[in-house]
């Protein structure tokens, strides 16, 4: 996917697709920029959306439609699991994630991101992120999550994987060698969810992970549903478990709270489109 950034005249955000297609954003006010050691950080006001945060060009989060993902994310695992006690979630600096977590009884979970700069930038702009971070039962940790799980001598019945696109500091949470780290430090009857790009624009990637992740996991599914200001318009998650099949699950355990996720959404977020299925099944 091809980048981009605010207009030199300051009145556009554009994230480009592909060479020739992308979206774009009006921008009402240019209200945060910076250049951190890790990415560029930029949050603009945009009269539908309100608040967008992009990182290096590309939209992260914008406050009318993030619950299309931070649900979608968050709440397939964790209403599936039948008891999650302690929970991480690798990335997810904008808070949303963190949020939706914390909506159910879980006894600890940890943020851990890599950007401080993010975490500052967005809790000044998203006050969900200081909210959940002023829960007692949350933790961050601003580390990079490969170090992280390397280190750390917890285990957890659900680990949540909010990185952003397989470029820059977040393509080592795309790869095999940090899937087969995280089974470690999952428990026996555990789920891994992770967000794996777009349907059309990353369907390369999506068959080269599910010939690493099938072998790796009893069950490894693919679900998707629609984020409107992601590239073309539907979002691919990962399930991982080797106890629970969520195809198998009758019953959900969901919070109260919700906008988008219910049960019929959870059921239908299952069935793919032929060509989908089609890359799955090649050897990526
Ligand atoms: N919903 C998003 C999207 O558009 O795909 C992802 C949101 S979230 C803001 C992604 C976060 O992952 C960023 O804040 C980024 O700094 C963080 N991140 C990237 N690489 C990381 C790493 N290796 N360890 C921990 N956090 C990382």
Sequence with gaps: MKNSSLSADRKEAREFQTSSSGLFFKVKKVLYEKKSPF???????NDFYGRVLFLDGLVQTTERDEFFYHEMLVHPALAIHPRPEKVLIIGGGDGGALREVLKHPVRKAWLVEIDQDVIRACERYFPWLDRALSDRRAELAVADGFD????????????????????????????REFYRKLKKILKPDGLIAAQAGSQLLHLREHSQKAAFLRPMFKFARFYS??????????????LLSDRIDPLAVKKLRLPSGLKYFNAEVFRASFAQPVF?????????
């Design 39 to 45: 990415q560029k950080i930029e949050i603009i006001e």
């Design 225 to 238: 549903a629609p984020v409107p200001t992601y590239p073309v318009g539907t979002w691919c998650y990962t």
């Design 148 to 175: 992280f799980i390397q280190k750390t001598t917890e285990k957890f019945e659900v680990i949540i994987v909010d990185s952003s696109d397989p470029v820059g500091p977040s393509a080592i949470l795309h790869a």
């Design 276 to 284: 989908f299925e089609q890359a799955l099944r090649e050897k990526g």
